[in-house]
């Protein structure tokens, strides 16, 4: 616990198959040695919220957004709602062991990626990009007009900068209810200006290698 008092920051938004899913093929360019990524199961949900206060932990370098480090996650109950929705996604290692999520929901007719996360020591081997093809390729196989979208911060190089690597655009003028989300943020606590609005859409994918 920090001897500071944590800036506050918005809290996390909230929106049973018994057979195993199948597994989802990661990014068909990634090597053999990419840890597996499947639907999360029911099970999986207590482990996701250390998972994001793991990744979180590298928002400590940045000052202005220090307080991340130790705010807020999704719960497990929040996770579980993605689960029984079938829009949860989870990335393990050659131990079986979760070292990375995606949860989302839908929203309109978007699918909304509520939060991506990849457990700090994980980081750095592709599992973000794996996460996200597995949610691409969902957008695709339900041809859903809205896209993926998602919010997030501007500046940091792991946020808006790594998703226009991946084939997201800014949207300018979000739709309502994604602009709500964006006003909310910043009326929680966020940095002005600092947040932005993503979208990816099927045959908008251009990949920066």
């Known amino acids: 616990m920090s001897s500071t008092p944590a800036r506050s920051f918005p809290a996390r938004w909230i929106t049973t198959n018994s057979r195993r899913p199948s597994p989802i093929p ?7 040695s990419t840890p597996a990524i499947r639907p999360a199961r029911p099970g999986d949900a207590a482990f ?3 998972i994001e206060h793991s990744a979180a932990q590298r928002f400590a370098t940045i000052p202005a957004l220090a307080g991340l480090a130790t705010g807020d996650v999704m719960t497990a109950q929040a996770h579980l709602a993605c689960i029984a929705e079938g829009t949860c996604w989870v990335a393990q290692d050659d131990t079986g062991m979760i070292v990375g999520f995606l949860s989302a929901r839908t929203q309109h007719d978007s699918l909304h990626i509520l ?51 991946m084939g997201f655009v800014d949207m300018d003028t979000p739709p309502p209810w994604l602009g709500a989300l964006l006003a909310e943020e910043i009326a929680g606590g966020f940095p ?17 290698k």
């Open 48 to 50: 996701l919220p250390a």
């Open 115 to 165: 939060e991506l996360s990849v457990r700090r020591e994980s980081q750095g081997q592709g599992l973000g990009r794996a996460l996200l093809h597995a949610a691409m390729h969902q957008v695709r196989q339900s041809r859903r007009m809205g896209g993926l979208t998602l919010t997030t911060f501007r500046d940091v190089a792991w946020n808006a900068p790594f998703y226009r690597a």
């Open 192 to 208: 002005a200006r600092s947040r932005c609005a993503m979208r990816w859409r099927p045959g908008e994918e251009i990949i920066r």
């Open 26 to 32: 990661a990014d068909p360019a990634a090597s053999r």
